[in-house]
T-cell receptor, first 115, second 114 residues
Framework: DVKVTQSSRYLVKRTGEKVFLECVQD?????MFWYRQDPGLGLRLIYF???????EKGDIPEGYSVSREKKERFSLILESASTNQTSMYLC??????????????FGPGTRLLVL | AQSVTQPDIHITVSEGASLELRCNYS??????LFWYVQSPGQGLQLLLK??????LVQGIKGFEAEFKRSQSSFNLRKPSVHWSDAAEYFC????????????FGGGTRLMVKP
């Protein structure tokens, strides 16, 4: 079974803090994704990574950056957290080959509150 | 650009009743279509997916979905709902280009009455 884990389930930070959200997958997937989930808006893609040290902006990258130094780990960074970044953050991974290459597997999510 | 619409934000059904959740998509070519379920406090779990072939797709937990190209729809169905099905359901469309990005609908929250 694919396993995607996220470092925290709940996080409370103050405005202006630097925030790190960590995601680890154990299935040697090439592709990894960060989404934020807000009520009524579904999931929106922040950043994705095709492979180590590679990253691409998604639909809403402003205020975020990412890091992929190792294949299994994909970090989302909020350089200076703001209250409008209060949200649920979901990480996903995907194999880039074979019959399941279109299927993304999700972690449990991190609910971030910025005060 | 691809898009997904889930017209129903909330749906309430009685336990044992049938269920249909609607999903309409916009995409220029043959889409890849997915239904995910999110239980309270959890991440997303894949219920089923359609890539090609038979337009009626069977998934886990007794769910099925039917791809109707003429209606640009991929509705999710279950003949008899269980209380444990209460969750939020997301429809997603994927492209078959090199990026294979998913676009998600806004979600439908299902409540089940005893």
């Amino acid at each position: 079974d694919v396993k995607v884990t996220q470092s925290s389930r709940y996080l409370v930070k103050r405005t202006g803090e630097k925030v790190f959200l960590e995601c680890v997958q154990d299935m040697d997937h090439e592709n990894m994704f960060w989404y934020r989930q807000d009520p009524g808006l579904g999931l929106r893609l922040i950043y994705f990574s095709y492979d180590v040290k590679m990253k691409e902006k998604g639909d809403i990258p402003e205020g975020y950056s990412v890091s992929r130094e190792k294949k299994e780990r994909f970090s989302l960074i909020l350089e200076s957290a703001s209250t409008n970044q209060t949200s649920m953050y979901l990480c996903a991974s995907r194999l880039d080959r074979g019959p399941t290459r279109e299927t993304q597997y999700f972690g449990p999510g991190t609910r971030l509150l910025v005060l | 650009a691809q898009s997904v619409t889930q017209p129903d934000i909330h749906i309430t059904v009685s336990e044992g009743a049938s269920l249909e959740l609607r999903c309409n998509y916009s995409y220029g070519a043959t889409p890849y279509l997915f239904w995910y379920v999110q239980s309270p406090g959890q991440g997303l779990q894949l219920l089923l997916k359609y890539f090609s072939g038979d337009t009626l797709v069977q998934g886990i937990k007794g769910f099925e979905a039917e791809f109707k190209r003429s209606q640009s729809s991929f509705n999710l169905r279950k003949p008899s709902v269980h209380w444990s099905d209460a969750a939020e359901y997301f429809c997603a469309v994927g492209s078959n280009n090199a990026g294979n990005m998913l676009t998600f609908g806004g979600g439908t929250r299902l409540m089940v009455k005893p």
